[in-house]
């Protein structure tokens, strides 16, 4: 059973930075992609930065230049830090995982074990 926790979250002030961390468990993490996605009160879930087993990442444009996804594979983690934030940036933060190794992907249908979530609230 593939289990996946995320931490950091909380409030920030427009300008601050926050780290998120995914921890993950009930498979063999270094095969996987990763992938962090957002959703907002009323809005959809929206992605955020993935990052493949061999470490390429790939980002939504409004994280390009402030977010960093990153890797352990031994500590079977996944990171988001995140600079820079923005009100808009608030919202549930989730990360993911598919079933099968694949080249991530950028919407949520092609992610099958999510997170419950972590809450970023950025005041301005």
């Known amino acids: 059973q593939v289990q996946l926790v995320e931490s950091g979250g909380g409030l920030v002030q427009a300008g601050g930075s926050l780290r998120l961390s995914c921890a993950a468990s009930?498979?063999?993490?270094?095969?996987?992609?990763m992938g962090w996605f957002r959703q907002a009160p009323g809005k959809e879930r929206e992605f955020v930065a993935a990052?493949?087993?061999?470490?390429?990442?790939y980002y939504a444009d409004s994280s390009k230049g402030r977010f960093t996804i990153s890797r352990d594979n031994p500590e079977n983690t996944v990171y988001l830090q995140m600079n820079s934030l923005k009100p808009e940036d608030t919202g549930v933060y989730y990360c993911?995982?598919?079933?099968?190794?694949?080249?991530?992907?950028?919407?949520?249908?092609?992610?099958?074990?999510w997170g419950q979530g972590t809450q970023v609230t950025v005041s301005s």
């Open positions: 990052i493949s087993w061999n470490g390429s990442t």
């Open positions: 993911a995982t598919p079933r099968f190794p694949q080249v991530p992907r950028t919407t949520p249908e092609d992610y099958n074990y």
């Open positions: 009930g498979r063999s993490f270094s095969r996987y992609g």
